[in-house]
Nanobody, 117 residues
Framework: QVQLVESGGGLVQPGGSLRLGCAAS????????MSWYRQAPGKEREFVAY????????NYADSVKGRFTISRDNAKNTVYLQMNSLKPEDTAVYYCKAGRASYADYWGVGTLVTVSS
């Protein structure tokens, strides 16, 4: 059974930093592109970042470029999202996604990030 378990969410002040993790199991992690999405209160779920299966390529939403960094450790079956210079607009539930061509996507259940004074 596939599992994606996010961790690292919490309350942080504007300008602060947080590092999210997503631990994967039940599939061959190194064959999958990993992504982060987020959903703010009252908003649609939106793309944040992805990293290719080997970690050779990354991509970010314009709203987080220069502030967030996605990385992965295939030996640990874990993908990370380092979030710096956080803004109140970053407040959302953050979700981890695993994707592979011609296969169904897998989703975690999310972790809440609140950016507030």
């Amino acid at each position: 059974q596939v599992q994606l378990v996010e961790s690292g969410g919490g309350l942080v002040q504007p300008g602060g930093s947080l590092r999210l993790g997503c631990a994967a199991s039940g599939f061959t992690f190194s064959n999958y592109r990993m992504s982060w999405y987020r959903q703010a209160p009252g908003k649609e779920r939106e793309f944040v970042a992805y990293i290719t299966s080997t970690g050779a390529n990354t991509n970010y939403a314009d709203s987080v470029k220069g502030r967030f960094t996605i990385s992965r450790d295939n030996a640990k079956n874990t993908v990370y999202l380092q979030m710096n210079s956080l803004k109140p607009e970053d407040t959302a539930v953050y979700y981890c996604k695993a994707g592979r061509a011609s296969y169904a996507d897998y989703w975690g259940v999310g972790t809440l990030v609140t950016v507030s004074s």
